[in-house]
DNA sequence: GTCAATTCACATGAAAGAGACCACGGTCTAGTG
DNA sequence: CTAGACCGTGGTCTCTTTCATGTGAATTGACGA
């Protein structure tokens, strides 16, 4: 009733001009494209060549290699910043070996080879022990409930899985060392502890993180026996980057449309942040969309800047709006200070500030240490850069910067204040 | 002046609790033949 | 007799608190020159 007066309402003129609008922007969708294949840039898109990672996939593959001869490849280990084509990598390697697997076909009964890739970090998929087995077990055709069960079941169940048939399993876990930041590392030394217990089947591990002292971190029986191997990727550089870039590019942009430069500046903004690729096909994509939003036939430098502050943007203000009751009360106390003082702020102040606003909101108080592991999340999501700090006789704390545009935080803080009713 | 001890204000770890969610097996209940 | 509802038990997960221990440099204070 209420959408039909108001359909009523409008004027015909407005409803007209209303719909040329509507027009022009669909029209746009088809006649004024810049792309001819945006897939072609977004993250999950597997190319046919990976430029300058020859060396390294080798490496991983003659590694990996003996589980075409039937036998157990010793556990790898990969470390890699992202967006150097680490998972790229290994997706490749795996694709191939299954092809080679196949063309050779081994009878099903006789013995059989499966590479399983599982990313660790996929918050709410994995990133606990139950959890990785559950969804292993879902990958390899079981079946266990989302919880409930013991873990010691799930592992039993695992097992059984596993011991089917004759069968060397491969199992690559990207990210592993976010979910052993949650789990403790015994869930690894499980894992590679488990050939001993099984009498058809076979296990090898493939490890793959992005911190390079994760290694560091772990038991040393952990440690030695997962990464009997290890590959190491190094970063791009800008000029590699740009090769990249420049590949994708001509098959996902119409001719002529990527301006003189262009590609140079995004390998460039993506070097300074330590070679992310992803990063920079990221930035290649959200500056077409930009262009083509706006009926431009070409992309420009401008374009790029665009949307670097974009991608930038859409992170800070997604996580701000998603983000619990909690993290929003801090981060607002955070944005309150720094907007007072301008200056360094430590942690005691922040605890202050948030305790008034829980009163203002009437919330429970979190206790100071709860905030403190809330402050690591926080920097975590790239919102704050914290640095902690010895003042001497007046303790130790906590130095908390903002890392955020200007133009963002003020955004962030009006989105903050009308969520939480101040 | 020098050097070790002290001190501050937290950081950081470990353990454990609360409450939500879920599986499983046993018991109860209503519907059916 | 049986399918489905219901309940209690025991498990995980997330968020949180509590308790304990660690930390780094300014400050203090004893000591000797």
Partial sequence: MVLDNRFLGVDFGQRR?????????????????????????????????????DSEIEQVASILAPALRKERPSNLFIYGKTGSGKTLSIHYVREEMLRRIKERNFSEDEFSLVIEY??????????????????????????????????????QKFIEIIERRKQLVILILDEVDQAIKKISDNFLYNFTRLNSELSKAQICVVGISNDLTFLDSLDPRVRSSLS??????PPYNAIQLQDILKERAKKAFKEGVVEEGVIAKCAALAAREHGDARRCLDLMRVAGEIAERECSKKISIKHIDRANEKIERDKIIDSVQTGPKQFQLILLAIIGLFEAKHER?????????????????????????????????LEMSGMIRTNVISKGRWGRMREIKISVLPNILSRAKIILTESLGL
């Fill in 17 to 53: 001009k209303m719909a040329t609008k509507l027009d022009k922007i669909f029209n746009s969708l088809d006649s004024d494209r810049v792309f001819k294949d945006k897939g072609i840039l977004q993250t999950n898109y597997t190319p046919s060549t990976i430029p300058h990672r």
């Fill in 118 to 155: 599982l990313n660790c970090k996929l918050k709410k998929v994995s990133d606990t022990e139950y959890r990785i087995l559950a969804e292993l077990i879902k990958k390899l055709g079981g079946e266990v409930p989302a919880t409930g069960l013991p873990t010691d079941y799930v592992y």
């Fill in 228 to 233: 009997e191997e290890e590959v190491v990727f």
């Fill in 345 to 377: 702020i430590f942690t005691g102040e922040v605890y202050d500030a948030y305790q008034n606003l829980c009163r203002k909101v009437k919330t429970e108080i979190l206790t100071q240490r709860r905030m403190g592991d809330i402050l690591n999340e």
